[in-house]
């Protein structure tokens, strides 16, 4: 029913700028808090940032102030976007939703597909 589709992801330069959008999508009341996660090669899937309902935000600490994330709460989207981006940042970027359904008591856990971004030297 629920789906987190993703879009956004590519190659690009370092030092370039990237922006992912991620749109929930199907019956939903509300959504609580909403991220993006990364898994590069060989690594565990890390936070690279969130955002809380209100618009609380919190980031990552090697991607902290290059890297900002949003949400338009009327579109049910969340956005990253990145600047100033080097290879380390190369990974497959998830985004993440706790939100509401009709009928359903509590919040679920829904994830992105996962988008490809590649930064070169």
């Known amino acids: 029913q629920v789906q987190l589709v993703e879009s956004g992801g590519g190659l690009v330069q370092a030092g370039g700028s990237l922006g992912l959008s991620c749109a929930a999508s199907?019956?939903?009341?509300?959504?609580?808090?909403m991220g993006w996660y990364r898994q590069a090669p060989g690594k565990q899937r890390e936070l690279v940032a969130g955002?809380?309902?209100?618009?609380?935000?919190n980031y990552a600490a090697s991607v902290k102030g290059r890297f900002t994330i949003s949400r338009d709460n009327a579109k049910n989207t969340v956005y990253l976007q990145m600047n100033s981006l080097t290879p380390e940042d190369t990974a497959v970027y998830y985004c993440?939703?706790?939100?509401?359904?009709?009928?359903?008591?509590?919040?679920?856990?829904?994830w992105g597909q996962g988008t490809q971004v590649t930064v070169s030297s």
């Open positions: 199907g019956r939903i009341v509300s959504i609580n808090d």
């Open positions: 993440h939703a706790e939100l509401l359904e009709p009928f359903r008591v509590g919040w679920t856990s829904y």
């Open positions: 955002i809380s309902s209100g618009g609380r935000t």
